[in-house]
């Protein structure tokens, strides 16, 4: 499924077209996948309405990719044939920069990020770096690893830099694929520790009540404590403001997305000092993932038994899965099966 140029969706609706493309050939460390799930993520939408533009078009988007190894380059040697593995938004990074060497290969500037630097998992094969592959364990199906690749990983990285120790009581705001995922591990790991989750819908709101949230309201809403720590995944400016509202003094804000959209970006001008920054309120963003992430997470969910909530689409339909996504139809994670 390619995409060839980029606008709002809104008003091209169908901004991927299917497309037979030669199969690529893995070179040196490479190796060759045959997908077999990609799951759908937000920032798609942000690659397709050029908040985050490819640099290259046409492009394959996708990066929680679930496929097998099909060949390799004559330098790859880490996986064997029929090996089930895993691509996540990390494609590759220089590996010699201040950032590679000190493990935070997320902010490398040659960072190049799966479905938007390279081609990614819309498609029924993609080739990748064979040391930016991942071993997929056995406790998930095809559908259900994928949405781990990205929502998972990254509410993981997102979560420990929140800095929370058990106890403290942890915010989210926004409750998508990766929000529900890291109520999940905010359970096991801060096992004495409330989480509050504001969610705009009923829906979210009653699954993170079932979910084990303490309390669950509006993006708005006043919560019954103030918060150490809140995530915010949401697309857009007043639930930031909200939250460094309801913070503690001392407390953190750590906003994991990509880019936010410009809608309401005017709400930012009602930012008062005291209100939402004094008092040693921090705010940190979240960029990328490192495969380092993107493992622990993985092994995390295989021993706690995480299980994302998935629903599938067969790859012909990226389009509405794109749609739905953005209209917020939303039952758990969305997932292309190839
Ligand atoms: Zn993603
Ligand atoms: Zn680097």
Known sequence: ????????????????????????????????IKVAACG????????????????????????????????????????REGDRVGV???YSACGRCEYCITGRENLCSGFRATGRDADGGYAEYMKVPEDFAHPIPAAFTDSQAAPLLCAGAIG???????????????GLTGFGASGHLVLLMAKHRYPDSRVLVFARSKQEQAFARELGAAWAGDTEDKPPEPLDCIIDTTPVWRPVLAALENLKPGGRLVINAIRKEAGDLQSVLSLD???????????????????????????????????PEVQEYPLEAANQALLDLKERRIRGAKVLVV
């Open 273 to 307: 000092y005291s209100r939402h920054l004094w008092l040693e309120k921090e705010v940190k963003s979240v960029a990328n993932v490192t495969r380092q992430d993107i493992s622990e997470f993985l092994e995390l969910a295989a021993r706690i038994g995480i299980k």
């Open 88 to 90: 996540g938004w990390i």
């Open 156 to 170: 993981y990285r997102s979560l420990r830099l929140t800095g929370l120790k058990n106890g403290q009581t942890l």
């Open 40 to 79: 759908v993520c937000h920032t798609e939408l942000d690659e397709i309405e050029s908040r985050t533009l490819p640099p290259h078009l046409p492009v394959i988007l996708g990066h929680q990719v679930i496929g097998r190894v099909t060949s390799a380059g004559a330098g790859a040697n880490r996986f």
């Open 1 to 32: 499924m390619l995409l060839r140029s980029t606008g709002n969706l809104c008003e091209n609706r169908v901004p991927l077209e299917p497309a037979d493309v030669p199969v690529p050939v893995p070179a040196g460390r490479e190796v060759l």
